[in-house]
T-cell receptor
Framework: DPKIIQKPKYLVAVTGSEKILICEQY?????MYWYRQSAKKPLEFMFS???????DNQTASSRFQPQSSKKNHLDLQITALKPDDSATYFC?????????????FGKGTRLTVV | TQTVSQSDAHVTVFEGDSVELRCNYS??????LSWYIQHHGHGLQFLLK??????VVQGVNGFEAEFSKSDSSFHLRKASVHWSDSAVYFC??????????FGTGTTVSVSP
């Protein structure tokens, strides 16, 4: 019974298009994150949110915009898609951002940009 | 520069063998360390963590890890591997208020 739901599981997009990756967590956590995993850069941290506020942004491109409509939601909007954006995007959450809290991961959305 | 390094990209062992996966870090201040496992096509699953106290920590499925401040290491070990332990293992470092930063991963292949 997955507690972090990511939709869709697979996504194929055309270069230049825009897509939204969905993430919902049912763990009652206050912190949520996005990570990206590709062959070039394994498991790269992108964003962290706490109580629906952006806390840390390690993504250089403004084409990546997280959106938090509810406390347990953290979607990722990607605009002007490029083939280099092809990767598996993992959503994660933790009780809070303090030290020593376990991070839980979703199963990922595999994005392919053609 | 703060870094997490896993020196072995790939390790092959036979079922029943022991295995040690190395993790070294370069961080200042108070940190916590953890290990995660990723089976093919799945997300990451938590194995164990260390923050303070006994430097040897026990995790799920017979895994343990040992923290060494002098060596800046947090190596993962298992005494007897099973075929189901074939996966990618990630070491991660956390620092108060900041997201986990992961190493590049070690792929473990367990042969029958």
């Amino acid at each position: 019974d997955p507690k972090i739901i990511q939709k869709p599981k697979y996504l194929v997009a055309v270069t230049g298009s825009e897509k939204i990756l969905i993430c919902e967590q049912y763990l009652g956590h206050n912190a949520m994150y996005w990570y990206r995993q590709s062959a070039k850069k394994p498991l790269e941290f992108m964003f962290s949110y706490s109580y629906q506020k952006l806390m840390d942004n390690q993504t250089a491109s403004s084409r990546f915009q997280p959106q938090s409509s509810k406390k347990n939601h953290l979607d990722l909007q990607i605009t002007a898609l490029k083939p280099d954006d092809s990767a598996t995007y993992f959503c994660a959450s933790s009780q809070d951002r303090t030290t020593n809290t376990e991070v839980f991961f979703g199963k990922g959305t595999r994005l392919t940009v053609v | 520069t703060q870094t997490v390094s896993q020196s072995d990209a790939h390790v092959t062992v036979f079922e029943g063998d022991s295995v040690e996966l190395r993790c070294n870090y370069s961080y200042g201040g108070s940190i916590y360390l953890s290990w995660y496992i990723q089976h093919h096509g799945h997300g990451l699953q938590f194995l164990l963590k260390y923050y303070s106290g006994n430097p040897v920590v026990q995790g799920v499925n017979g895994f343990e890890a040992e923290f060494s401040k002098s060596d800046s290491s947090f190596h993962l070990r298992k005494a007897s591997v099973h075929w189901s332990d074939s996966a990618v293992y990630f070491c991660a470092v956390g620092q108060g208020g900041r997201a986990l930063i992961f190493g590049t991963g070690t792929t473990v292949s367990v042969s029958p």
